[in-house]
């Protein structure tokens, strides 16, 4: 069983930082990519950023490239989202999802677990 345990979130000016966490729990992640997602109140879920766990390669939504970045502890099998210059629009609840074929998709459908979700609220 695979569990995605998140932390981190909460309430913060415009222009400010988070960092969000996701522990993954259950199998060895080595062949899997790692990704985010958010979804703000009346829109559909979006992508956000995407990494491959044993190679790290990435990729990001072009709405946050520069000011988000996706990292990951093999060590720790944690999942990071550090997020900086914050925007009211980024407002949302963001998931970390996992995805068993490794294959850093944009796409959140051809993700297989999810986390439960966290709030992000920032203020202007």
């Known amino acids: 069983q695979v569990n995605m345990v998140q932390s981190g979130g909460g309430l913060v000016q415009a222009g400010g930082s988070l960092r969000l966490s996701c522990a993954a729990s259950?199998?060895?992640?080595?062949?899997?990519?790692m990704g985010w997602f958010r979804q703000a109140p009346g829109k559909e879920r979006e992508f956000v950023a995407t990494?491959?766990?044993?190679?790290?390669?990435?990729v990001y939504a072009d709405s946050v490239k520069g000011r988000f970045t996706i990292t990951r502890d093999a060590a720790k099998n944690i999942l990071y989202l550090q997020m900086s210059s914050l925007k009211p629009e980024n407002t949302a609840v963001y998931y970390c999802?996992?995805?068993?074929?490794?294959?850093?998709?944009?796409?959140?459908?051809?993700?297989?677990?999810w986390g439960m979700g966290t709030q992000v609220t920032v203020s202007s």
């Open positions: 999802a996992t995805d068993e074929d490794g294959l850093n998709s944009r796409d959140g459908r051809l993700y297989d677990y």
């Open positions: 259950g199998r060895n992640f080595r062949t899997y990519s």
């Open positions: 990494i491959e766990w044993k190679n790290e390669d990435t």
